[in-house]
T-cell receptor
Framework: DAEITQSPRHKITETGRQVTLACHQT?????MFWYRQDLGHGLRLIHY???????NKGEVSDGYSVSRSNTEDLPLTLESAASSQTSVYFC??????????FGQGTRLTVV | QKEVEQDPGPLSVPEGAIVSLNCTYS??????FMWYRQYSRKGPELLMY????GNKEDGRFTAQVDKSSKYISLFIRDSQPSDSATYLC?????????FGAGTTVTVRA
């Protein structure tokens, strides 16, 4: 079955370190998204991509970057991790309709 | 003001009751309206998806959209303990989703 997987599921890192969260989907979807979920804020869009080599900033993009070198993967990089980036991160993909399908999430703690 | 407003609850109902959830929004550009269900420590899963104003039914779930009032609702009939979850409304244009904060629902057996 097609799916979307995130790794790692849990990560603890130190302030100032670079961290990369992986997202891989096997649906062959063009659209991929990264969200963060925090209590009281719901899901907020960090970056998104409509296809290979396309990347766009979302609502809360400062301190994050993405690259799209193939259809299946959209890794999210925290350039210099900060405590404010402690959150649960969700990757999602979609086929070009409004629906998006989510991964299981990565729980990141920055200490 | 947030683009999408949703009362975070929490909401607690007895088994068999009707659960009523709603969201308001401010951006007229939103074209698609969705409800996601999220169980604890899991990713959101798509529950309902509508495009136009009106009602859409799927089993025990009914989604309503009123574009003129910028208001959407989700009703869960004959609620079950397995319906206990956080329900997120979401709205889309240009394929990007904007979410409400989510309403946590507990159905008591």
């Amino acid at each position: 079955d097609a799916e979307i997987t995130q790794s790692p599921r849990h990560k603890i890192t130190e302030t100032g370190r670079q961290v990369t969260l992986a997202c891989h989907q096997t649906w062959n979807h063009n659209n991929m998204f990264w969200y963060r979920q925090d209590l009281g804020h719901g899901l907020r869009l960090i970056h998104y991509s409509y296809g290979v080599h396309d990347t766009n900033k979302g609502e809360v993009s400062d301190g994050y970057s993405v690259s799209r070198s193939n259809t299946e993967d959209l890794p999210l990089t925290l350039e210099s991790a900060a405590s404010s980036q402690t959150s649960v991160y969700f990757c999602a993909s979609g086929a070009g309709t409004a629906e998006a399908f989510f991964g299981q999430g990565t729980r990141l703690t920055v200490v | 003001q947030k683009e999408v407003e949703q009362d975070p609850g929490p909401l607690s109902v007895p088994e068999g009751a009707i659960v009523s959830l709603n969201c308001t929004y401010s951006n007229s550009a939103f074209q698609y309206f969705m409800w996601y269900r999220q169980y604890s420590r899991k990713g959101p899963e798509l529950l309902m998806y509508t495009y136009s104003s009106g009602n859409k039914e799927d089993g025990r779930f009914t989604a309503q959209v009123d574009k003129s009032s910028k208001y959407i609702s989700l009703f869960i009939r004959d609620s079950q303990p397995s319906d206990s979850a956080t329900y997120l409304c979401a709205m889309s244009y240009d394929y990007k989703l904007s979410f409400g904060a989510g309403t946590t629902v507990t159905v008591r057996a």
